[in-house]
C-alpha cells in the first residue's frame, strides 16, 4: 500500500510560479513510476506529466511542455511538479498518483495510488 499527501498549492497570479510536492510511505517507492493529473472544474481528470522509477525519463502533456518539470527524490521519498509561467488555464485540482508501469499510468489514467489532491488558482 501507497499513501500520497500532495502540498504546494495556492492561489498565483499568472506568470507566476509554484512547486508542488507529493510525499509518499509504504515500501518500495522507488520502484514505481509517479505523476501528475488535474481537474478542471467541469472537466475530466487529465494526465500533466510523468517519471520512471529513476527519474531519468519523463512524459509531458502538450500543456505542460516547456513550462512545468517532474523530478523526484527516491532518498526522500518525494516527487515534485515545478509549475513555471502559470495561466489561468492551469487552474485545477493537481493528484499525485503511482504506478508500477509508466505506461499504465499514462495511458490508463487509472494508477494504483492516487493523492488526495491540492487546489491551484492562478488568477489573471
Known amino acids: 500500500q501507497v499513501q500520497l499527501v500532495e502540498s504546494g498549492g495556492g492561489l498565483v497570479q499568472a506568470g507566476d510560479s509554484l512547486r508542488l510536492s507529493c510525499v509518499t510511505s509504504?515500501?518500495?517507492?522507488?520502484?514505481?513510476?509517479m505523476g501528475w493529473f488535474r481537474q478542471a472544474p467541469g472537466k475530466e481528470r487529465a494526465f500533466v506529466a510523468a517519471?520512471?522509477?529513476?527519474?531519468?525519463?519523463?512524459n509531458y502533456a502538450d500543456s505542460a511542455r516547456g513550462r512545468f518539470t517532474i523530478s523526484r527524490d527516491n532518498a526522500k521519498k518525494t516527487v515534485y511538479l515545478q509549475m513555471n509561467s502559470l495561466r489561468p488555464e492551469d487552474t485545477a485540482v493537481y493528484y499525485c498518483?503511482?504506478?508500477?508501469?509508466?505506461?499504465?499510468?499514462?495511458?490508463?489514467?487509472?494508477?494504483?495510488?492516487w493523492g488526495q489532491g491540492t487546489q491551484v488558482t492562478v488568477s489573471s
Open positions: 498518483a503511482a504506478d508500477r508501469d509508466r505506461g499504465h499510468l499514462i495511458a490508463t489514467g487509472s494508477p494504483n495510488f
Open positions: 509504504g515500501r518500495a517507492f522507488d520502484t514505481y513510476a
Open positions: 517519471i520512471d522509477w529513476s527519474g531519468r525519463s519523463t
